[in-house]
């Protein structure tokens, strides 16, 4: 369907897919093999100017907006979502700089963000605070002219490999949210350090550490925004971000459908293609309607928050539910198509469907997101 893009945003998804055919699906495997972390692929998205797609003019980026940001994020996890999760982990560790920082934070960290110098990460998690993100127990405490962190945030993408940290810390603890803070925290700043990194069932090619913080001492300066806005600053971050997240079920979607159909007009049984078999045909233009139905409305809910910044929970949680809910199904059905091949290593799809599962759990499971809808629901109507 044609989606009558501009000129610009056709060739920044004509620069991810060239990056991702070329370099990102000779690699896939073997990332996905090695748990590695894909910095060279990384340095030549950097080097095609795809990291400042999301990163004001003023600091050398390219102003775009959200739309900008899903059509890139498409055309990565198309190749693999590993990957594509390293880049959208960057986009949303910067964010909370973007939305709440001061002039002399931006001008400090965007442009080394925007040429793909440094990378970023974000840190909400803990081991008592997931779905509960008001429940953070890292503290943060003002010492003079410094902050002193003390906790460890976890399951952190990009932990070890960015340079740059957001991190929310309570520095009010008796307020609840209100008391919350953020702050960035640097590789090489005293006090912090990584764990290990985890062993995950897929996107492997992405990096997860926790982010261990000892007296981690700060300077002052490292606030973002006001003290006590940090909660409110993680949950814009994450409004902004979570179409991201449907992008990469949508991306997935659409390469897992690439694959059985492709695989569905070369595989012979009973004398003929298995795409002659209506029962095949069916189960592919399900798999269709719902990768089209998620692209429409990923790409509907990013235009709506480009133009309604103050509004933007309802859509970002509807695309995020709705595209990698469809990637689980259709990842799913894809192995079905191909059978015993589909669950052998040699064929991609088996990736695609260990992949497809973190989508609907990261940045806010699926069900935190049908409690945003319906809450949002709540307000419209009352
Ligand atoms: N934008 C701006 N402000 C928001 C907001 C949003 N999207 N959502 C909530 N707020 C504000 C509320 O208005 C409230 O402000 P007041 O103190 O002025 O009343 C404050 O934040 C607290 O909101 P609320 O009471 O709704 O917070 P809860 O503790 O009930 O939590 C959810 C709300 C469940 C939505 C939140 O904890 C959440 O998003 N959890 C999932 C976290 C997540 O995605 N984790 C994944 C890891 S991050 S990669």
Known sequence: MDYLLTEEQQMIKETAREITEKKVIPMRAELDERNAFPTEILQDM??????????????????????????ALEEMARG???????????????????????????????????????????????????????GIQTTAVLDGDEWVLNGTK?????????????????????????????????????????????????????????????????????????????????????????????????????????EAVTYAKQRVQFGKPIIAFQAMQHMLADMAIQVEAARALIYAAAKHIDNNPKNMSKASSMCKVFATDMAMKVTTDAVQVLGGYGYMKEYPVEKMMRDAKILQIYEGTNQIQRNVIGQELNKEYS
């Open 154 to 258: 976890q399951w952190i993408t990009n932990g070890g490999e960015a340079q740059v940290y957001t991190i929310i810390a309570m520095t009010d603890p008796s307020k609840g949210p209100r008391g919350a803070t953020m702050f960035v925290v640097e590789d090489g700043d005293p006090g912090f350090s990584y764990g290990k990194k985890e062993d995950k069932m897929g996107i492997r090619a992405s990096a997860t550490r926790e982010l261990i913080m000892q007296d981690c001492r700060i300077p002052k300066d490292r606030m973002i925004g006001r003290r006590g806005t940090g909660f409110i600053t993680v949950m814009k971050t994450l409004d902004i971000s979570r179409p991201g997240i449907a992008s990469l079920g949508l991306g997935l979607g659409q390469a897992a459908l690439d």
């Open 80 to 134: 693999c979502v590993g990957v594509a999760t390293s880049y959208a982990a960057n986009a949303l560790g910067i964010f909370p700089v973007l939305i709440s920082g001061s002039k002399e934070q931006k001008e400090k960290y965007l442009p080394d963000i925007a040429q793909g110098k440094r990378w970023a990460a974000f840190g909400l998690t803990e081991s008592n605070a997931g779905s509960d993100a008001s």
């Open 46 to 71: 950097a080097k095609a100017d795809l990291f400042g797609i999301f990163v004001p003019e003023e600091y050398g980026g390219f102003g775009g907006g959200c739309l900008d940001i899903v059509l």
